[in-house]
């Protein structure tokens, strides 16, 4: 009962909304021509970083590459990679880009919890300590928004998730208990000489349920997990101004925290509003299982791989030391670990039943966008990537450093922007077969009316 009560707030929340946003949208143009693709395949295109001259600096992050293209895209060369090929390797955990100084980024390295800054000639030129040792991997982007330096120098990003012990589960002397997890989480800004933490915006996150039970006759640990395939999300991102944006979900609005700490309120938007029947909501949660066990059985091979498990066993071996996965018959997975740890000799072992919450729990509404879904470009506007689809492409929607709807840009098919260039220059990974390309394209101007 009560979530269908939070339901019905929040379709009533939705349509006084649009009734108060601006009723005209701009409408949905097609980005420009593409005018330069790089001849180079790559793995992925994760982050661009714009350089004077058309020069940029791409992050190869599943191929575990950063290159520097010239202004044709035709040439390039090599800044950091994961093989011997150079003296500046890329470590075994995935590191990320960050716009420094002037010409200058940054690759964050965790493994090394350090910051290697590259100069506008791809040139490593020295190391700089990660300010924060234990935030060092939220600064790698992705998911978690891009992080950025403001005009007083300061780091921006989202701080790592802070976990507390929930006490109200009740677990028994020595038995491990799940923390309670964070349904908000935080934008901070680092000074990187004094190693000041700055609280910037507060903003709201897909809450993550999670449930374990332990077996005492077997010794197996069961952890169950409970997902949201489609959450109500707010996200973050930084304009090249410093200003930090907090992208309201529910009623699509944008929150502005100027770099001195003025708080703006924007007006909210207009959007497209979709709503979703039971059958939407049955097909999201079939294609968000199949998507989610694809990559359990990726990460489990993984392990496998690295424990020195036998790939082709098909069962749990319950003599020799090690860990083997054991696929059920309705997607999940259990993980055997070596020796007998239950009664009677049973392997002890940890299974990972996959629930989704009831229909009634899910929006009625399709959400604006997910989590991740913004950033800033190189003239002071956010682009917010919707969940909006025209013939196969993604809408972005640019807003402006007031927080107003200024214009709504059609991305063609199988592309994702990864960064921006000042003029309106877009860039993209785009997929070319079995490969990654980088893309260059330009927003075309507004048709005058």
Request: glycine share 12%.
């Amino acid at each position: 009962m009560k979530n269908m009560v939070r339901s019905s707030i929040v379709a009533l929340t939705l349509i006084a909304s649009a009734a108060g946003a601006q009723q005209v949208l701009p409408p949905v143009r097609p980005l420009g021509p593409v005018l330069s693709t790089s001849a180079e395949p790559l793995a992925s295109v994760s982050q661009v970083r714009a350089l004077p001259g058309g020069r940029v600096i791409v992050h190869d992050l599943t191929g575990r590459r950063v290159l520097l293209f010239d202004s044709t895209f035709k040439s390039f060369t090599v800044v950091a990679d994961s093989t011997s090929a150079t003296g500046n390797a890329y470590g075994s955990r995935l590191g990320g880009l960050v716009t420094f100084r002037g010409d200058s980024t940054l690759f964050v390295d965790p493994q090394s919890i350090s910051m290697l800054v590259i100069d506008g000639n791809g040139k490593i030129v020295r190391t700089m300590a990660a300010p924060l040792p234990n935030e060092v991997g939220a600064l790698i982007g992705g998911p978690n928004g891009t992080p950025g330096f403001d005009m007083q120098g300061r780091l921006v990003y989202r701080a790592q998730q802070r976990f507390a012990m929930n006490s109200s589960r009740g677990a028994a002397p020595g038995q491990f208990q799940l923390p309670a997890f964070p349904e908000s989480s935080f934008v901070v800004r680092v000074d990187l000489k004094t190693r000041k933490v700055d609280t910037a915006a507060t903003f709201r996150i897909p809450k993550i349920q999670m449930n374990m039970t332990h077996d005492e006759n077997t010794g197996n640990v069961q952890v169950t997990t409970t997902v949201n395939p489609m959450p109500w999300t707010d996200d973050w991102a930084m304009l090249s101004d410093g200003t930090v944006a907090i992208v309201r979900g529910q009623d699509y609005r944008v929150d502005l925290v100027s770099p001195d700490g003025q708080k703006t309120a924007g007006p909210k938007m207009g959007f497209d509003w979709q709503r979703l029947t039971d059958e939407d909501k049955t097909a999201i949660i079939d294609s968000s299982r199949t998507a989610i066990e694809k990559q359990r059985a990726t990460m489990m091979a993984q392990m496998a791989g690295s424990s020195g498990a036998d790939s082709k066993a098909t069962s749990a071996d319950t003599g020799k030391a090690g860990t083997r996965q054991r696929p059920q018959a309705d997607g999940t997975m259990t993980i055997s670990m070596g020796g007998r740890g239950g009664a009677g000799g049973a392997p002890s072992g940890v299974s990972l039943p996959l629930n989704f919450v009831s229909l009634n729990e899910m929006p009625d509404y399709r959400p604006a966008f997910r989590q991740g879904a913004s950033r800033g470009d190189a003239d002071g506007n956010l682009w917010i990537r919707t969940s909006k689809m025209v013939n196969g492409g993604t809408v972005y929607d640019v807003i402006s450093n007031k927080g107003e709807l200024k214009d709504r840009i059609l991305i063609p098919p199988g592309r994702v922007i990864a960064g921006w260039g000042p003029g309106g220059v877009v860039y993209m990974g785009v997929v070319d077969g079995t490969i990654t390309r980088l893309e260059r394209a330009r927003v075309a101007p507004a048709t005058a009316k």
